[in-house]
């Protein structure tokens, strides 16, 4: 049994401190809460092509893009929910297709092309960008600890915490423990705004004060260049 989500939307990304983060929730608390997912740990495995050819296209910041992965919120179990996605952005905007579906059968699509679930237009898509781009294997396992929140009421903005990002080519299986090298310095956070549109006034309000600007930032394009184009390469950043 799986189902699908389909998201359109702006993703702006800050690169800021513990500090900075703690001041940050604690300012927005009269508009945003907990979403349902709340804190959890967040594991990724990307797909690419053994020369890593999507990221690398990626990295290279083409109007048109796109990334495929599989996503969980804990440990997961053969019978555990993941996600598979498949994030496209162009001209600035994510557009972001996924279905749910337990492990077991995710990985059985991943492995042998042959996806059992029923039709639907983000299966074909899928499959398409599979046939495509030729041969896909994961290739990174990215895990980070999210701290995620909603706008109170209704409206679609969104607030999302992700530190201790680490990426790591071993054990690629969502099963396994959340190990790898770090990403980022301990002391950072990075913070994504999630919306639709434009962004509050009060957050604007809030990083006007506080010195904070959008950066351009790829938790898989960073693990690349960092740490896996140098290990391949030999060559150090």
Known sequence: MSYQNVFQRYELKYLITKQQKAEIIDRMKNYMEEDEFGKT???NLYYDTDNFRLIRRSIEKPVYKEKLRIRSYRKAKEDTEVFVEIKKKYDSVVYKRRLAMPRKEAMHWMESGDYE??????????????????KLEPKVFLSYDREAYKLKGEGEFRVTFDENILCRQEELELGKDAWGTPILEEDKVLMELKCGGG???????????????RTSFSKYGTAYQKIIFPHITGVKG
Not at 119 to 131: P, W
Not at 199 to 213: A, E, F, R, V
Request: aromatic share 16%; net charge negative.
């Open 199 to 213: 962004i509050p006034l009060w957050m604007t309000d809030i990083l006007s004060s506080m010195g904070i600007y």
């Open 41 to 43: 740990s967040v594991r």
């Open 117 to 134: 679930g029923e039709t639907s237009q983000i299966a074909g898509e899928i499959d398409y960008f599979f046939n495509y781009c030729g």
